[in-house]
């Protein structure tokens, strides 16, 4: 005997029942609309087999529910626990079949209709977005339910409707067979997580439109057709347009470009509605191999944008979604790609009205079914594809009228199969004017882009050059990095050689960083919990914090690099020849946004500054620009020239004066500092004094550089390992961190051979090794000095057979304290040497705890690149050559050891009976950082090979209370 469940829709592969056709999406019409966003009452469940439906009932007591925020996820709200897994599926893969633990939330929401609710005509009743599955009632009676969950649904409601004590009750299953289409890398978080609204539609009033307005850069000229379901007129005063809906009109006009954001206001008017409409004129090809807006070809500087807010998940506010927009072009970001779903559709407004391209990716990705080769994969059975091609129209639908939207992609990572290229007919027989992209399909055979992720810098040139091969069809398609540059922890290193690559060879028409922000959720205990911090049994740790954003939406370092790097104006130069050459890198837009400066600095302090007259150049030209002649009477010392392009007056996203790109150019060298050798060691009483210093005589370990204690100095080759050095577990060798723990570089043992008392020096000799190996390194320390100052040449040369890079080489040391530091070199923030764009020359001033860049899972980070000199607790340190400085509370090893930030306590460092409070690196070198967590390894100029080495550093102590 079987029986089947009321709720059997759950475990259906169709897209659900009851629900409206999908329509255009738009906030305002002068329709009346009543939001149900606020305080529902909630009960959650375990399971999904309640026959009991019974509080879809008018008269049922919920009193003793809980209250839950409306739009939200339960799991954030203290019922149940959010599930982190990347390609995972948390649940036995058996489609479309989901376990009876399937954790169901019963939402209910009493209302009255305000009293002016016009009567006639329908009301509809939308929801934004329901993860994973939802069934409504509405006064008692069942509207229908639906699957989709990023994804629009509307249902008639105007007939159930009544003017006071209104019971809508919304039933939402965490899992269903939708989920097998959502399996993107992030949080399962079941709920009501986007606005649900009442839609008043009048008699008359416009059942969808469609806004076609293309560009014409011959004529100058844009052609504008409202389509429209019943007859109206379409008006846009700025440009004398009044014509009957459905009816083209070509006029001249301004283009719409994301850099050129020039949208028209119209009015569609119909008998019984007036819809505003925000036109952007604009025209998408495919033409020559290229993708071309308005006839010229374009180059995406974009990033993978999840939708992500540490206390309310995907349930994100307007605010929210205007400061990632900001955000974005602050940081010279042109692209969005909405991985891996049509996001909350006010996003869309915002790309239109600020300037972003944008590819609007579906609710789509089956990832899972890779652990079984594919098998069964839901893209590849027809069962499946009404659910697909439901998921594409209602995402073309409610996106159809947005300039911004220029590419529509499939989804991502669900292999390849029928339904996509049902999918892709289907969209291109709905919407020709856009192009369409799908990364898994690598033989382009639904696609217009050729599209991948994470290639490697030498293979993306091999595609640029067009040495790829491929099918025919592939080889004459422009080329996008859909997702590269993993920003997972510290990084993403190597963003310049890509874009040098993406700059050179016009096939390839940029990428998209992923990702856009971490998402960590905000916790009590750990700061920003991850993966496995709500005790999922299967989770995938911190890759979901893997974004150029930290949670609370601080700007990363990887994204200060971004900025520079993608930066759409260029100045390099020579200052022998006393010219800069400025370079237009826009796409379509002048330079006339922008102002120029230009300054002088000798040893990073500025001596005199002024404006440098740039002449209009149209995007891709470059001018040689005059410098000003050297000041008269500026001091001697290393000295550079620093242009600046900044914004010439206030835009909507950036305030006058805000550094859109700059150049520095290098005018005089530095002078390394010189130390005569001219005090004698003089050993004494256990001690062993030179110049300032104070030695231990058995160990030659310094003690003392004038009154500051100085503890453990000694070479150190070791860093807390980054995402990045630690590779992800499907990368292929090397993973360098792996490979230097395994070698035992964290806990490398120092063997002092000699300490040699002589005439002119003190000299240690070490060598510094692993348990268990034959490899090491010899260290010879050579103390010197002029009775003031105390120089350290550190000689180093491997021993045995190194065939691992270094992590870092240099010198470590405990400080009893410091707190403010101030330096003249590379700054203001944490640079490595494949990560080093945006540092600028200067002299710059942080404190210990500014130094730390807070990467949500503790490791490696803060190195201040090509310092000159730094002061810090009570010391100077010039270095021959420049080093990269390192300060902070805690050890490597404690920052290696960490999981959360808040396993850093300042102060512990004092453990093993030292009395540092503060420990510092001074590095010779640095491995790179590359992006190897998902992406290439660091690239082979940017690693720290294990070669012979000599460096020095200069010590001398700063007048004060021991602070700088
Ligand atoms: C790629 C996914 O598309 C993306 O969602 C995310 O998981 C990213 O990787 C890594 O953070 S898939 C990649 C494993 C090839």
Redo the contacts with the bound molecule.
């Keep these: 005997m079987s029986f089947r469940h009321a709720n059997d829709y759950v475990e259906d592969v169709s897209p659900g029942s009851g629900a409206l056709p999908p329509r255009a999406w738009y906030a305002g019409s002068d329709a009346r609309s009543l939001s149900l966003k606020g305080s529902w009452r909630f009960r959650l469940s375990p399971t999904a087999d309640a026959e009991d439906d019974s509080f879809a009932r008018t008269d049922y007591d919920a009193a003793d529910w809980a209250d839950i925020s409306v739009p939200g996820h339960w799991v954030l709200q203290g019922h149940g626990a959010p599930i982190y897994t990347?390609?995972l599926y948390p649940f036995p893969v058996d489609p479309p079949r989901v376990p009876t633990e399937n954790p169901t939330g019963d939402h209910l929401r009493f209302f009255d209709l305000p009293a002016d609710w016009p009567a006639g005509g329908e009301t509809v009743l939308r929801f934004d977005g329901v993860e994973s599955c939802a069934r409504i009632w509405l006064n008692g009676t069942e509207l229908g339910e639906f699957k989709g969950s990023r994804l629009p649904h509307e249902f008639a409601a105007g007939r159930l409707l009544q003017p006071r004590g209104n019971v809508l009750a919304v039933r939402v299953h965490q899992w269903s067979a939708g989920s097998y289409l959502e399996d993107?890398?992030?949080w399962w978080l079941p709920g009501i997580f986007r606005d649900v609204t009442l839609l008043h539609r009048p008699v008359g009033s416009v059942p969808d439109f469609f806004v076609h307005a293309s560009y014409d850069h011959l004529t100058g000229t844009g052609t504008l057709r409202v389509d429209s379901g019943v007859p109206g007129r379409v008006t846009v005063p700025d440009l004398g347009i009044d014509v009957a809906a459905g009816e083209p009109v070509t006029v001249p006009a301004e283009p719409w470009t994301a850099e050129t954001p020039r949208l028209y206001d119209g009015v569609l008017a119909a008998e019984g509605e007036r819809v505003p409409l925000r036109i952007g004129f604009r025209t998408v090809e495919l033409s020559d191999g290229l993708i071309k807006v308005n006839g010229r070809p374009l180059l995406f500087k974009g990033v993978?944008r999840h939708e992500w807010h540490p206390g309310r998940g995907r349930a994100l506010d307007l605010e929210t979604m205007r400061e990632d927009v900001l955000l974005m072009k602050r940081h010279n970001i042109n692209a969005v790609r909405t991985?891996?779903y049509p996001p909350h559709p006010a996003f869309l407004d915002l790309c239109d009205e600020y300037g972003l391209w944008v590819i609007d990716e579906c609710d789509l990705?089956t990832?899972g079914f890779t652990e079984q080769g594919w098998r069964d994969n839901p893209v590849d059975d027809d069962r499946w594809t009404p659910a697909l091609l439901d998921r594409a129209a209602r995402m073309v639908e409610r996106d159809k009228n947005h300039p911004s939207v220029v590419v529509w992609s499939l989804g991502?990572?669900a292999g390849t199969g029928r339904g996509l290229t049902a999918m892709a007919k289907w969209i291109r027989g709905r919407d020709a004017s856009r192009l369409i992209h799908y990364?898994g399909d690598h033989n382009c055979r639904d696609t217009d882009l050729y599209s991948r992720?994470?290639a490697g810098h030498a293979e993306v040139e091999r595609i640029g050059r067009g040495l790829d091969g491929g099918p025919r069809g592939r080889r004459e398609l422009p080329f996008v990095l859909c997702?590269y540059a993993?920003a997972?922890g510290n990084g993403p290193g190597g963003l310049a050689d890509y874009q040098r690559l993406f700059e050179r060879h016009g096939r390839l028409q940029g990428g998209f960083v992923?990702?856009w922000i971490d998402h960590g959720i905000a916790h009590p205990e750990l700061g920003y919990a991850y993966g496995g911090d709500f005790g999922e049994e299967l989770h995938d740790g911190n890759?979901v914090c893997?974004g150029l954003l930290f949670p609370d939406r601080q700007p990363s370092p990887g994204l200060l690099e971004f900025k520079k790097v993608i930066e759409p104006v260029s100045v390099t130069g020579d200052a022998a020849d006393g010219t800069v050459r400025v370079t237009n890198k826009y796409d379509f837009a002048g330079l006339s946004a922008l102002a120029f400066t230009w300054s002088y600095e000798v040893e990073g302090e500025p001596v005199e500054s002024g404006t440098l007259a740039v002449p209009a150049l149209a995007p891709g030209e470059s001018a040689e620009v005059k410098l000003p002649a050297v000041p008269a009477g500026a001091p001697a010392g290393e000295s550079h020239w620093t242009i600046r392009a900044v914004l010439a007056s206030d835009t909507a996203w950036a305030p006058r004066n805000h550094v859109v790109a700059w150049g520095q150019i290098p005018v005089s060298e530095r002078r390394v500092p010189y130390v005569a050798a001219t005090a004698r060691p003089a050993p004494g009483d256990g001690a062993i004094s030179l110049g300032p210093a104070v030695f231990d005589a058995r160990t030659g370990a310094l003690r003392t550089v004038g009154e500051v204690p100085v503890t453990g100095l000694r070479l150190d080759v070791w860093r807390a390992t980054t995402d990045n050095d630690d590779g992800?577990a499907?990368q292929g060798d090397p993973r360098h961190g792996l490979l230097w723990r395994s070698l035992g570089l964290h806990r490398m043992r120092h063997r002092v051979d000699a300490v040699e008392v002589g005439e002119d020096a003190l000299t240690v000799r070490t060598r510094v090794a692993p348990a268990a190996r034959e490899l090491g390194l010899s260290a010879v320390y050579r103390w010197t000095s002029d009775g003031d100052r105390l120089r350290l040449t550190v000689s180093t040369c491997p021993e045995g057979e190194w065939t691992v890079p270094l992590p870092r080489l240099g010198i470590r040391f405990g400080l009893p304290a410091a707190d403010r530091v101030h330096w003249y070199g590379g700054g203001p923030g944490e640079a490595y040497p494949d990560t080093r764009q945006a540092a600028s020359v200067g002299r710059w001033r942080s404190t210990v705890d500014g130094m730390q860049t807070p990467y949500v899972r503790p490791q490696e980070n803060g190195a201040r690149i090509d310092v000159r000199w730094a002061e810090l607790g009570g010391l100077r340190i010039e270095g021959d050559p420049a080093f990269f400085l390192t300060a902070r509370r805690w050890t490597t090893e404690q920052l290696d050891a960490a999981a959360h930030r808040t396993d850093l306590v300042p102060g512990a460092a004092a453990g093993g009976g030292s009395t540092a409070g503060v420990w510092v690196n001074l590095d010779h070198g640095q491995h790179g950082i590359g992006s190897q967590?998902?992406g290439p390894a660091p690239l082979p100029r940017y690693r720290l090979k294990a070669e012979p080495a000599e460096f020095s550093f200069v010590f001398s102590t700063t007048p004060g209370t021991g602070e700088s």
Excluded: G, I, R
Aim: glycine residues 0%; negative net charge; charged residues 25%.
């Design positions: 990347n390609h993107q890398d992030q993978n991985s891996h990705e990832h991502n990572e990364e992720m994470y997702e993993h997972m992923w990702e890759f893997d992800a499907w967590s998902c």
